[in-house]
Nanobody, 129 residues
Framework: QPRLTESGGDSVQSGGSLRISCSVS????????MAWFRQSPGKQREGVAA???????KYLDSVKGRFLISQNDDLKTLYLQMNNLLPNDSGRYYC???????????????????????WGQGTEVTVFA
């Protein structure tokens, strides 16, 4: 099974950019889908971006046009490029993965936490005004 380790979190000024990464160790193959979630104190964990195994991507409405999810060809690193960051983007960002992913079955549920069966420990992003 894969082990997910996030990195790259930092404190940035509003309007700035940041790229966070998720390193995948252990087993992963092209049946997996992957995603980024975030959680801030007192709030539920929310899906931010997902990439499914046919290459399609899905984004939370509030980050569309600002965030970009991508993955290395070897599937070992997942990225989230975040531009024009806002204070509301602050939170702990988690990488998630699910095996034997069937996009047509999961597309509507990609931002539900119970869709995903592998999680990292998260990396902290703070955006200050």
């Amino acid at each position: 099974q894969p082990r997910l380790t996030e990195s790259g979190g930092d404190s940035v000024q509003s309007g700035g950019s940041l790229r966070i990464s998720c390193s995948v160790s252990g087993y992963i193959d092209r049946t997996f889908c992957m995603a980024w979630f975030r959680q801030s104190p007192g709030k539920q964990r929310e899906g931010v971006a997902a990439i499914v195994n046919d290459g399609r991507t899905k984004y939370l409405d509030s980050v569309k046009g600002r965030f970009l999810i991508s993955q290395n060809d070897d599937l070992k690193t997942l990225y989230l490029q975040m531009n024009n960051l806002l204070p509301n983007d602050s939170g702990r960002y988690y990488c998630a993965a699910v095996s034997r992913c069937v996009p047509r079955d999961l597309w509507l549920f990609l931002f539900r936490t119970d869709t995903w069966n592998f999680w990292g420990q998260g990396t902290e992003v703070t955006v200050f005004a």
